[in-house]
């Protein structure tokens, strides 16, 4: 399978689950299992055989500088890998804010721009969550952080 069509299946399965997450997870308290148990384990299965297809051990010292990282991904395979540990954790993220927001009270449509701009934006999503958090419980540093 090439990178491209990785590209085009991770990212389909990453908007559905993201959609099941915004427009579902209010109604189904369980697309934690769904979405957990199944599509981020699938992204990570795919980032690790994309991993073991595309470097060394050689490679993972470059990992210490920019010239070092860019190099890393000159190849679509590598690319490809970065992309889909981006939708992983990502998506990890937006279901971690969901079930925050769940135990401090927070109403799910205050948290719908936060996990929107977390799928596009990643962590500026999260900062939008954590000030948003801030508002609403009057505490920066609340349990379960």
């Not at 209010?26 to 073991?52: C, E, Q, S």
């Not at 799928?119 to 939008?128: K, N, Q, R, V």
Request: aromatic share 16%; net charge neutral; charged share 10%.
């Amino acid at each position: 399978m090439t990178p491209d069509i990785i590209f085009q299946i991770t990212n389909t399965l990453a908007l559905s689950a993201w959609l099941v997450l915004i427009l579902l997870s209010p109604f189904w308290f369980d697309t934690d299992k769904l979405l957990i148990g199944v599509v981020i384990t699938l992204l990570a299965i795919v980032y690790a055989w994309l991993i073991n297809q595309s470097f060394s051990a050689a490679d993972f010292e470059k990992f210490s500088t920019l010239e070092g990282l860019m190099s890393l991904f000159t190849n679509k395979t590598a690319v490809a890998a970065g992309w889909v540990h981006y939708l992983a954790f990502d998506l990890m993220t937006g279901i971690w804010i969901r079930r925050n927001a769940l135990q401090h009270g927070i109403r799910h449509w205050l948290i719908v721009p936060c996990l929107v701009f977390t799928f596009i934006l990643g962590p500026f999503g999260l900062l939008l969550y954590l000030l948003l958090r801030w508002l609403v419980t009057k505490q920066y540093f609340a349990d379960n952080y």
